[in-house]
């Protein structure tokens, strides 16, 4: 990107444009085989080669997303503008990021022993932190604006009037950014990710699928089994830990006007919640107020996957125009209400502590929501979403890593021809004198 004596300056940003994409599919390509690695560790007894192998591949792989994210992006920034990026390429990058933090997640889950977790700079947990509490904010807004609804499906408005009261005043405590030890969480970190990576692979005309319900649930509980199995879970009280449970399933249809462009409510949220653990912002309240607008404009997105339009093929259909997808409702409900049954036999004081270990609710909930089964699931949703998003007949893949596997697909030969006159591979240059 900065060497341009081989390239024509003409064609300087289609050169650059094919480095992006060619890199950042192999870097996509590496932590979906970690991903893979991590997840046969954690389902059978490896050996010190298997974990050695599996480490190099956890450096590899980071390796390759510190150049994209380091190196090609900034110089691609500062030369173009990242506006000049496709579509499809951006979505690339949310998977990859999407990935990358999934993976450091399950590095997490080993044992410290047997695999060290990739290292991360000081930079990325101080954004993840302020996304965790960003997030964290608009979960607990979410609960507080349903609470103010009607029945099931039928949500109230956040655009004003006597729904100013959704607006949290004194936001509950982020409790798991004090009860779990690691510093990437499920509810505050990866779930809200899945679900704006989810509405971006969405088409726009589709609806939720069962299957994809299922999983969304499953995550949602993994996140709550997260939270239940921190030892200082009710360390704040039962009702700071059950509000904390809530918030791993607070998705769903709410109406409302758009949360971005609103400085007023970004300044009062940021006020708010550097509050909450002041010692941790410190002196950079600007850059966290700066990532505000980027999660809010993510909540805008999300929330539409699960509006019901009343339409079924037959029509619309006015009395159900507002409302939430009532297949989504009742899975979400369902699984809530496993999770918040569960807990409250963890507080069931009749027993002695020794019956209550021996019956160790929590592994009732393990056993029906297996991890092995939810690391296969979103294995798979990325996998395939990522295939879908390169097949021909959408976007293809990156015309390098074609030309590397050694065919040209989706390309008419006039779109060929004028590729190897970009490229400067057209036979005649091969005779050109200087």
Not at 125 to 151: M, P, Y
Not at 213 to 237: N, R, T, W, Y
Not at 293 to 311: A, I, N, Q, R
Request: proline share 4%; net charge negative.
């Amino acid at each position: 990107m900065v060497d341009t004596r081989c390239v024509n300056p003409i064609y300087q940003l289609d050169v650059d444009v094919m480095a992006i994409e060619y890199v950042l599919y192999k870097a996509i390509e590496a932590q979906h085989r970690l991903l893979k690695s991590l997840h046969r560790i954690q389902r059978i007894l490896s050996t010190a080669n298997d974990l050695k192998n599996v480490q190099d591949a956890a450096e590899a792989a980071l390796r390759l997303v510190e150049i994209y994210d380091t190196a090609l992006v900034k110089l691609f920034s500062n030369n173009h503008g990242l506006d000049k990026l496709s579509e499809c390429t951006k979505l690339d990058a949310d998977l990859l990021r999407f990935l990358t933090l999934f993976n450091i997640w399950l590095h997490q889950q080993i044992d410290e022993f047997e695999i060290a977790a990739p290292q991360v700079s000081s930079e990325m947990k101080f954004n993840l932190l302020c996304d965790q509490l960003i997030n964290h904010f608009f979960r607990v807004r979410w609960l507080r604006t349903r609470e103010g609804g009607a029945s099931r499906g039928d949500l109230p408005s956040e655009s004003g009037g006597s729904n100013q009261k959704s607006i949290p005043q004194n936001p509950q405590l982020c409790l798991a950014h004090h009860i779990l030890p690691q510093f990437l969480h499920l509810c505050d970190h990866l779930l809200p990710f899945f679900m704006h990576l989810s509405h971006k692979i969405q088409p726009p005309e589709a609806r939720l699928s069962e299957k994809w319900m299922e999983l969304a649930c499953s995550f949602m509980v993994q996140g709550a089994i997260e939270i239940l199995d921190a030892p200082d879970l009710f360390k704040h009280g039962s009702d700071v830990a059950k509000v904390a449970l809530e918030e791993c399933f607070a998705w769903g249809y709410v109406v409302r006007n758009t949360y971005a462009n609103n400085p007023a409510l970004i300044q009062r949220i940021s006020t708010q919640l550097q509050a909450t653990i002041p010692e941790t912002i410190g002196d950079r309240t600007e850059d966290f107020t700066q990532r505000i607008p980027h999660v809010m404009s993510l909540e805008d997105d999300c929330w539409k996957m699960f509006y019901d339009d009343g339409t079924n093929g037959e029509g619309h259909d006015t009395l159900r125009s507002s409302r939430e997808l009532s297949q989504w409702t009742t899975m979400r409900q369902d699984a809530l209400d496993a999770v918040l049954a569960i807990f409250a036999a963890m507080q069931d004081e009749t027993e002695s502590e020794a019956e209550a270990q021996a019956r160790r609710p929590v592994q009732y909930l393990r056993k029906h929501y297996p991890r092995s089964k939810f690391l296969d699931e979103v294995a798979n949703f990325l996998a395939i979403s990522w295939q879908k998003l390169h097949r021909p007949e959408w976007h293809g893949k990156p015309v390098l890593v074609q030309i590397e596997e050694g065919s040209l697909q989706g390309l008419s030969s006039e779109q060929f021809e004028d590729f190897k006159l970009r490229a400067r591979i057209h036979h005649e240059d091969y005779f050109e004198v200087p």
